[in-house]
């Protein structure tokens, strides 16, 4: 079993920063790939970045267009999110997941909130006008 913990969410005016961590812990925690989605108010639970674990080969969702950063940390278990220039139609809540393991190629890529195996609880992000 994997537990996922977001943190540093938060208030930010727009054009602001923001730093989202997510400690995974598990027995032995050996992800093929993480991924960061967000769900806004009355809105489906979209994708928004994913990193394959060993390679660090990264994919991003078209709205992030370069304001947004995904990374990892192996040795600490520990998936990132640089938010820079945000707007306010960033504001959702952010969440972790993890995909245990390829079906093909560039699964890391899979961008549909069913092919993951476990999530975070999610963390808050509000971005004022």
């Known amino acids: 079993q994997v537990q996922l913990v977001e943190s540093g969410g938060g208030l930010v005016q727009a054009g602001g920063s923001l730093r989202l961590s997510c400690a995974a812990s598990?027995?032995?925690?050996?992800?093929?790939?993480m991924a960061w989605f967000r769900q806004a108010p009355g809105k489906e639970r979209e994708f928004v970045a994913s990193?394959?674990?060993?390679?660090?080969?990264?994919y991003y969702a078209d709205f992030v267009k370069g304001r947004l950063t995904i990374s990892r940390d192996n040795a600490k278990n520990t998936l990132y999110l640089q938010m820079d220039s945000l707007k306010p139609e960033d504001t959702a809540n952010y969440y972790c997941?993890?995909?245990?393991?390829?079906?093909?190629?560039?699964?890391?890529?899979?961008?549909?909130?069913?092919?993951?195996?476990?999530w975070g609880q999610g963390t808050q992000v509000t971005v004022s006008s």
């Open positions: 997941a993890v995909l245990r393991a390829a079906l093909s190629v560039y699964w890391y890529t899979r961008t549909r909130k069913e092919d993951y195996d476990y």
């Open positions: 990193i394959r674990w060993s390679a660090g080969r990264t």
């Open positions: 598990g027995r032995t925690f050996s992800p093929y790939a």
